[in-house]
């Protein structure tokens, strides 16, 4: 399952359980009306199925505030690109305002209206500065994101803090038993914590954001610079075979684990340590046996510094609607109140300051992290090519699949530049 599709249902859709599942067994709505919108105080919001949790509360404050009634349209997730794909084309569009994955911005920007009125200079400063970055095409702002995500460290706090464990890792290691700031300690610990049926960590071959942000961390842009295909270029190798080099402290089966079997380890008391979606830490289930007993920690720095690649979905004003003013204010709301997405079922926000609200109250530990992580110098979102998914799919993942299962990584990395060339031909 590729990696937009776990953060669309479960990181950022906050859908369902804790286990990948589709979108049709959420609940997802029908289609909308197929006629074009007329200029009402009615905005039509389309919606990845389930994504609407997230703004249910500033739908009620933007009625509220602007006498905008809002109505959601839910599509499930692989359907959704394809009837954005048709109404942009024909002009005829069913909705005033449509949350996009970010890896669609490419695709659709030519068929989005600029929202720069609501990028001021206050509010670039309270959005992350990649995603400011990512939102910004051709010139012009088209997307105000509602929410989003990245990868932070989640740890057993008490297997941290036995004093059995802490002891016999200082006699081995040289040095205390705490949550990693550096990759060396976490190997360390990885190694430390594999024995008796536990594993340090888990590998991921399933998805390739993980690597990616390895990747960051090192000092190479993704998989391309600008137009060039730089995915053979030391950094990538090197984010490569450290990657595969913890497949040794991880659970058998590397090539085949995701986000759904790696959060499943984790709550399951498998992994000690594991990379994963900040939102993770409030959904372990209260009948875990980790539960109460999981730390969380920033992303670790590279040679570049910290970090990750972010999970947005932007709040979008199609060009066709005839609804532009309330569409526009219902983004302006989103804006206004998007602490409120912290209140909900996957409890995410977009704006910096919505975060810091929260960080401090108990239960919210991961908040401090994921600001730090997604604040990070090296934190950038996916190259913005609207092939991107494309080479996800038909690349990336089966590269990384033969690599964790013991493939030579320069030749593996050589293969897939060739490939991802053609693709882009």
């Known amino acids: 399952m590729s990696t937009r599709k776990y953060i669309s249902r479960l990181a950022v859709g906050g859908i369902c359980t804790a286990v990948a599942l589709s979108a049709s067994a959420c609940g997802a709505g029908g289609p909308a009306a197929s006629s074009q919108t007329t200029g ?21 404050q933007c009625k509220k505030d602007a006498g905008v009634d809002v109505n959601f349209v839910e599509l499930p997730y692989d359907g959704m690109f394809n009837r954005l794909s048709s109404e942009f084309s024909s002009g005829n569009v069913s909705f005033d305002v449509a949350a996009l994955d970010s890896v669609w911005l490419p695709s659709f920007k030519d068929a989005l209206q600029p929202i720069d009125e609501i990028f001021t200079d206050e509010a670039k400063k309270d959005i992350f500065p990649a995603l400011v970055k990512e939102a910004n095409v051709d010139g012009h702002f088209v997307g105000l994101p509602a929410w989003t995500n990245a990868e932070i460290i989640l740890y057993r706090k008490d297997l941290f803090e036995d004093e059995k464990n802490k002891a016999g890792f200082q006699a081995k290691y040289g040095y205390e038993l705490a949550a990693p700031t550096t990759w060396k300690q976490y190997q360390d610990i990885s190694e430390f914590f594999t024995k008796d049926g536990m594993y340090g960590t888990d590998v991921k071959g399933g998805v390739e954001t993980e690597w990616l942000a390895h990747v960051l961390q090192a000092g190479s842009p993704m998989v391309l610079d600008g137009d060039k295909v730089v995915i053979d270029n030391a ?32 709550n399951q008391g498998k992994t000690a340590m594991t990379r994963f979606w900040a939102h993770a830490y409030r959904q372990i289930p209260k009948d875990s046996p980790v539960a109460g007993k999981v730390g ?3 992303m670790i720095a590279g040679s570049a510094g910290v970090g990750g690649v972010p999970g947005p979905w932007y709040l979008t004003v199609p060009k066709a609607t005839k609804n532009t003013e309330a569409a526009k204010k219902f983004v302006q709301c989103a804006y206004d109140h998007n602490s409120m997405g912290v209140e909900s079922s996957l409890g995410l926000a977009s704006r ?16 401090g992290p994921l600001i730090e992580t997604l604040n990070g110098e090296a934190t950038a979102t996916r190259p913005a090519t609207e092939k991107w998914q494309q080479i996800v799919d038909t690349v990336l993942v089966p590269m990384l699949q033969k690599a964790v299962a013991g493939g030579d990584s320069a030749t593996l990395l050589a293969d897939a530049k060739k490939q991802i060339e053609d693709l882009l031909k």
Do not use: R
């Open 40 to 60: 009402t105080g009615t905005v039509n919001v389309l919606v990845e199925a389930g994504g609407h949790a997230e703004l249910t509360g500033v739908a009620a």
């Open 235 to 266: 950094a990538h190798k090197e984010a490569l075979d450290f990657y595969v080099g913890l497949t040794k402290y991880a659970p058998a089966g590397a090539a085949q684990v995701d986000w759904a079997a790696a959060q499943n380890l984790f």
């Open 296 to 298: 969380a920690a920033p």
């Open 352 to 367: 910096i300051s919505a975060f810091e609200k929260y960080q401090d109250k108990e239960g919210y530990e991961s908040f």
